[in-house]
């Protein structure tokens, strides 16, 4: 393997992009999954090339939230499936 990790869901609306990423640790001496996030907008710069930023314009905050509201239901799927301990739960309830 090359070291570039691959993200087990991508969620695209237009430009902007979520990517669902599993990352192995140690906790309390037991190997569990925790599932992570990024968010990105893609965009052409003045010479053509394509760029990424993490900011967002007005337009494009609901892109974002569509995007991550569907990385969270895939997290929640993916939490239900490692039932038996293998996803690490990160969402705590508000009282």
Same mark, same amino acid.
């Given at each position: 393997?090359?070291?570039? =990790?691959?993200?087990?869901?991508?969620? =695209?609306?237009?430009?902007?992009?979520?990517?669902?990423?599993?990352?192995?640790?140690?906790i309390k001496g037991k190997t569990v999954t925790l599932l992570k996030t990024t968010i990105q907008r893609r965009y052409r710069d003045r010479d053509g090339n394509w760029q990424s930023?993490?900011?967002?314009?007005?337009?494009?905050?609901?892109?974002?939230?569509?995007?991550?509201?569907?990385?969270? /239901?895939?997290?929640?799927?993916? =939490?239900?499936?490692?039932?038996?301990? /293998?996803?690490?739960?990160?969402?705590?309830?508000?009282?």
């Open positions: 393997m090359n070291g570039q =990790q691959t993200p087990v869901a991508k969620i =695209q609306a237009g430009q902007v992009s979520a990517a669902l990423w599993e990352n192995q640790v140690e930023s993490n900011s967002f314009g007005r337009n494009e905050i609901p892109l974002a939230i569509y995007c991550l509201q569907k990385v969270f /239901d895939k997290i929640i799927e993916k =939490q239900k499936e490692g039932s038996n301990g /293998d996803v690490a739960e990160e969402i705590s309830m508000m009282d």
